[in-house]
């Protein structure tokens, strides 16, 4: 039996928040979050589709060019009672925000230059996935308040390991936690005497090594993190909870692959595991058959009547291993289903070229929404 995803159900039934794309990288999330919020927005709601690094092209053609964290009207998306409105992810502006809504004025300005803050706030590993969940939560709350959107429909970084952003606000929690940030906030703290002897020695010898510059900014830096980030962790247990509840819905986009449906099964039973709740997969980029009655078999044995110099014969061969391909592929998605017969999907066939208008985000779109599996 097959267990089809429903798309339309999904983005119709009012209950539904927040749909977030997620999937290992290049498979389509961003083109996939970018259409299914199209599609809702033109079905009537009222959308933001908060997307991380789009194609230049496509985010030409929704209107975000900038790196500016506004979300803004996509021109031309819909003309009914829906609206789409997107916005680029900018990490390090998020970050900045974040400061400036935590700390005092000069307190905030302090922290923007603090060299450490620089760094962390554009490299630190996990930052990105962190401040995707940092903006969702921040759009959401500003959402409830104002009416102003019905669904958030959010894009996920290319992350190396799948599901970083899920662990990003644990790792930054145990980062902010670590011992050696402990022992940089001790002096800030405390009186100068309670400072260990060991403390002294470490920064004394790492002031001789390093410049006594460096260790006043480090240390700055340390009790700004105190200060200002002690709310942040706080918001992002609650986007976690956020993502748990009952209005948001997952969906994991692969390409149909060995490797790829590994990950998706990966992902699926990760979000199990952290129990948030999943619509579904998404099958992009799906070989189509040509769907004539001319099995692998007969064309190959044409091929060997007509020689391998003809041209027909090339074009047989073509169409023999697209047939071979569309076979694989739906062998590959069948093994998934029947290892997880509770996990709905939809297959979303390969398009000629990529997806850079609205046009093509319609059709990605129906395709979502009315794709048959060949099977
Ligand atoms: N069904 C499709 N048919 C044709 N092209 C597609 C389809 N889906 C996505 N693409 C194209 O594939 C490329 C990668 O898609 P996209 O940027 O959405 O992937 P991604 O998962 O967001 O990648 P990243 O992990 O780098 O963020 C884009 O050029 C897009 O236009
Ligand atoms: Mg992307």
Redesign the pocket.
Known sequence: MKNELDIDGLLDDRQTRIIVCC?S???????TSAALALRAAERGRKVVVLT??P?RRLAQSMGIEQLDNTPRPVPGASEGEGSLDAMMLDMKRTFDEVVLSQATPEKAEQILHNPFYIALSSSFAGTQEYMAMEKLGQLYRDAEASGSYDLIVV?TP?SRSALDFLDAPERLSSFLDGRFIRMMLAPARGPARLMSAGFSLVTGALSKVLGGQFLKDLQMFVSALDTVFGGFRARAQQTYALLQARGTAFLV?AAPEDDALREAAYFVERLQGDRMPLAGLVV??AAVSDHTDLSVAAAMAATERLGAESVTAGLLRIHADRERLVARQRTLRQRFAAAHPQVASVV?P??AG???DLDGLRE?GRLLAGARAED
Not at 25 to 31: S, W
Request: proline share 4%; no cysteine; net charge negative.
């Open positions: 999937g990288g290049g498979v389509g999330k961003t083109t991380i690094d194609a894009d290319p986009v992009n980029r979303v390969a398009l990529d997806v850079h990605i």
